[in-house]
């Protein structure tokens, strides 16, 4: 029999819906949801909007004041108990004399807090676990940086039918329509820092910003792997002051300062290369060590190839363009090169929408 009820069910469903409000700007905090229920009726609701600002259960016991006692509180995640930026939100909860909470995921960061013994020691009903999986997914970034020390690893590509990623000439705007380069923002106003490689940056010198008009969102951190210091001083990352720029470079190397660019020494690994071959997962740490919960690579093939192999991402975004490019278009979407079928890289579909005349899939490495 089920600890939960359907009513349990909606109540948490409409919790997780808040918790989405903040997809954008929470970062390095989790997005959380709350919901108060008081003789079925909702009295209080509110979501974590901004890091060093109230939790998603202040808000909510702000909105229903009085009517919190006795109610049922539906969390996303496990309350703080702990006092950091904010005062802890489990206290908060045992004072507005609220009778249960209900829990979607633990949160291992809190369990030194005893937010969950503090409040059942106070006489309030705590339960765990309803919709614990759809509460991780939405914050999948944070619970792998929390759990793991790493941060969560998209990697964005585009191609053509036949596989092609650019023209013989190099020309590759824009082999997708309007509708995936749109899409592709929000990803990116997701992520905690953008990571590309100096290759990338010398063909098509991009921005790596986030262009949305509509939504509120904070700048990622832009990531350029440059071992050998070739970022030009007139390139937009170096000029526009639009959004902070980590210049990753080998630790061989010295690195002169360059306007706001940010340097980051990292080990070598491998031969040298247009991805900079700097250690990757050295840079995930450093990254996981500054609070990025998502990274989002958008780079070139070699640099992709390298994070496939080396078992660093967690996600592909892979956009497919209903058009041929031929025989004379560059074919590399990836540098991978298995020995046998057996050893090819698998993927599994987790996702594949429409957008516009494309497609975007959204795949994860088979366990």
């Known amino acids: 029999m089920s600890l939960f009820s359907a009513d349990d069910d909606r109540h948490m469903r409409h919790a997780l819906s808040l918790a989405e409000r903040g997809l954008t700007t929470t970062q390095p905090n989790p997005r959380v949801g709350c919901v108060l229920v008081r003789e079925g009726v909702v009295v209080g609701e509110g979501w974590h909007q901004?890091?060093?600002?109230?939790?998603?259960?202040?808000?909510?016991?702000r909105m229903a004041g009085e009517r919190a006692f006795g109610a049922t509180?539906?969390?996303?995640?496990?309350?703080?108990?702990?006092?950091?930026r904010t005062p802890p939100c489990a206290?908060?909860?045992?004072?507005?004399?609220?009778?249960?909470?209900?829990?979607?995921s633990e949160d291992r960061f809190q369990h030194e807090g005893?937010?969950?013994?503090?409040?059942?020691?106070?006489?309030?009903?705590?339960?765990?676990?309803?919709?614990?999986?759809?509460?991780?997914?939405?914050?999948?970034?944070?619970?792998?940086?929390?759990e793991t020390g790493r941060p969560f690893v998209r990697l964005k590509l585009a191609m053509s039918l036949d596989g092609r990623t650019a023209l013989a000439s190099g020309e590759s705007k824009w082999i997708t329509g309007k509708a995936a380069r749109a899409d592709?923002?929000?990803?990116?106003?997701?992520?905690?820092?953008?990571?590309t490689g100096i290759g990338s940056v010398l063909t098509d010198d991009p921005a790596l910003t986030v262009r949305l008009s509509d939504q509120a969102f904070q700048p990622p951190l832009r990531v350029i792997l440059d071992s050998h210091v070739r970022l030009p001083a007139h390139s937009q990352l170096a000029t526009d002051g639009l959004a902070p720029v980590l210049r990753c470079h080998a630790e061989h190397v010295p690195a002169t300062p360059l306007g706001e660019v940010e340097n980051l020494a990292l080990p070598a690994q491998g031969a040298t290369s247009s991805h900079a071959?700097?250690?990757?997962?050295?840079?995930?740490?450093?990254?996981?060590?500054?609070?990025?919960?998502?990274?989002?690579?958008?780079?070139g093939p070699t640099l992709a190839a390298s994070v496939l192999s080396q078992g660093l991402c967690d996600e592909l975004l892979l956009y497919v363009a209903p058009v041929f490019l031929g025989d004379q278009a560059r074919p590399l979407l990836l540098g991978l090169n298995p020995s046998q079928l057996a050893n090819a890289l698998r993927m599994a579909v987790v996702e594949h929408v429409g957008m516009g005349d494309d497609i975007r899939l959204r795949l994860r490495p088979r366990c």
């Open 277 to 299: 071959g700097l250690d990757l997962q050295a840079l995930l740490n450093a990254l996981a060590q500054r609070g990025c919960n998502e990274i989002l690579f958008e780079c």
């Open 91 to 104: 206290d908060a909860l045992i004072q507005a004399g609220v009778a249960r909470v209900v829990i979607a």
């Open 73 to 84: 509180a539906f969390v996303t995640l496990e309350p703080c108990g702990l006092h950091g």
């Open 114 to 146: 005893g937010a969950i013994e503090r409040m059942r020691a106070a006489g309030i009903q705590v339960q765990l676990g309803l919709l614990r999986d759809a509460a991780r997914e939405l914050n999948i970034g944070f619970f792998k940086r929390v």
């Open 50 to 61: 901004r890091a060093g600002e109230a939790h998603a259960e202040i808000h909510a016991l």
């Open 184 to 195: 592709v923002q929000h990803w990116r106003a997701r992520s905690s820092a953008i990571v």
